[in-house]
């Protein structure tokens, strides 16, 4: 035994794995906020994926566009099919839209749940062994971003922001298993909306689970899913999705609905973060209190 203590070397190496060890652990642990070294960490990798990926991106791009060309004659040509049906729309939308401003302006109502703000991001890197769960991004608070803002592609939702450092993010995909990932959601049906939460992610099926639906509410394949705006991060009207199937939940109290996902999860080169325009509770609690 007095050897063992007078081995100095020994000792310093147990110490060594035993830090190395708990500062592991620490590190895995369940935080929503960084410490100061882990954002300089991030940000450093983040800078330098961020500067290997723009060439790649670039010359992946250029043989993708090449490879587009060869319809591109096709799709113009259904493009100039559905010029007709555009321009009306348009029509309709334009005057739906100075009504609206109309009413809002009739009522002094200056905000709304479909105000936002977009910032463009660069996915900078995906871990093989979280493939669906995470994906980092090279904007952090630097440029305005903040934990839960939705991330979205041209197609629709895909995540929230996790954690954010200086920098760099971490979004959560839709796909991640953890049962903290959920967003309060609505089906877009004909006459009403239906209101619910995406909760969890079939494998099999590849769709979201629209779960706690009324069990009178009537919801019909196809149609459209998108955000509710009701959870006080989220601005309304982000799509989903459309709907798959509907089943009752085990205990027959709600239904369940399978959702056919807007935006691929896998290809994933550019996100949008999405800023809610809307004031959130907590902004408008603490200007409460700020004005007592």
Do not use: C
């Not at 310093?12 to 369940?30: E, K, P």
């Not at 991060?233 to 009752?248: N, Q």
């Amino acid at each position: 035994m007095p050897q063992f203590f007078s081995n100095k070397r020994l000792i310093v190496l147990l110490v060594s794995i035993i830090l190395l060890v708990a500062l592991i652990g620490y590190s895995m642990s369940d935080r929503r906020s960084l410490t100061w070294p882990e954002q300089f960490m991030k940000d450093s990798v983040g800078w330098v994926q961020s500067t290997f990926n723009k060439p790649a991106h670039y010359v992946a791009g250029l043989f993708e566009n090449l490879d587009e060309m060869r319809n591109l004659y096709e799709e113009n040509r259904i493009l100039k099919a559905h010029l007709d049906d555009y321009a009306q729309i348009a029509v309709e939308v334009n005057v739906l839209r100075r009504q609206n401003d109309q009413l809002k302006e009739a009522l002094d109502i200056e905000e709304s749940l479909f105000d936002h703000e977009l910032k463009p991001a660069l996915v900078i890197h995906r871990s093989p062994d979280r493939w669906n769960e995470f994906i980092g991004v090279n904007k952090g608070e630097q440029h305005g971003v903040e934990v839960d803002m939705a991330v979205i592609t041209s197609k629709g939702l895909v995540g929230k922001v996790n954690n954010v450092s200086q920098f760099t993010s971490t979004v959560q995909l839709l796909t991640d298993h953890d049962r903290t990932n959920r967003i309060s959601a609505m089906v877009d049906a004909e006459d009403t909306e239906v209101y619910g939460f995406i909760e969890g992610y079939d494998e099999q099926t590849g769709a979201l689970m629209l779960r706690k639906i009324e069990a009178d509410a009537k919801i019909e394949v196809g149609q459209t899913v998108i955000t509710s705006g009701l959870g006080g991060i989220f601005p309304k009207g982000l799509l989903i999705g459309e709907v798959m199937s509907v089943e009752a939940d085990e205990y027959g109290l709600t239904k369940n609905a399978y959702i056919e996902p807007s935006a691929s999860f896998h290809n994933l080169d550019y996100v949008l973060i999405v800023k809610r325009g809307a004031p959130t509770i907590e902004a408008i609690m603490l200007n409460d209190g700020e004005g007592d």
